[in-house]
């Protein structure tokens, strides 16, 4: 199972982004999703997540800014930045708890990251 993570970049404050992550490999079952970014000098933290049933949970500072959704069918889950804010600068990770058949267990697994830097 691998998560590659796509979508980041410089962008000015007030600007929008949007990050992509695909689960690949073999799977049974993706839940949940969700990404977490860790800024410089600082520690990783929880930005937003989603269920296979569509609930959400986002932290305090991005509540009202960000969208998390994903696809099922494509084994996909999206971040919707918008009103960024130079205090979102960070590395944005992916991840997900995966069921596979081979090991009949469940695992989280990480994207690689990547930066969004939010500056003028």
């Known amino acids: 199972v691998q998560l590659q993570a796509c979508g980041g970049g410089l962008v000015q404050p007030g600007g929008s982004l949007r990050l992509s992550c695909v689960v690949s490999?073999?799977?049974?079952?993706?839940?949940?999703m969700g990404w977490y970014r860790q800024a410089p000098g600082k520690q990783r933290e929880l930005v937003a997540a989603?269920?296979?049933?569509?609930?959400?949970v986002y932290a305090d500072s991005v509540k009202g800014r960000f969208t998390v959704f994903r696809d099922n069918v494509k084994n996909m889950v999206y971040l919707q930045m918008n009103s960024l804010k130079p205090e979102d600068t960070a590395v944005y990770y992916c991840?997900?708890?995966?069921?596979?058949?081979?090991?009949?267990?469940?695992?989280?697994?990480w994207g690689q990251g990547t930066l969004v830097t939010v500056s003028s």
């Open positions: 991840n997900a708890d995966v069921f596979t058949i081979a090991t009949m267990s469940t695992r989280r697994y």
């Open positions: 490999g073999s799977s049974f079952m993706i839940n949940p």
């Open positions: 989603i269920t296979g049933s569509g609930s959400t």
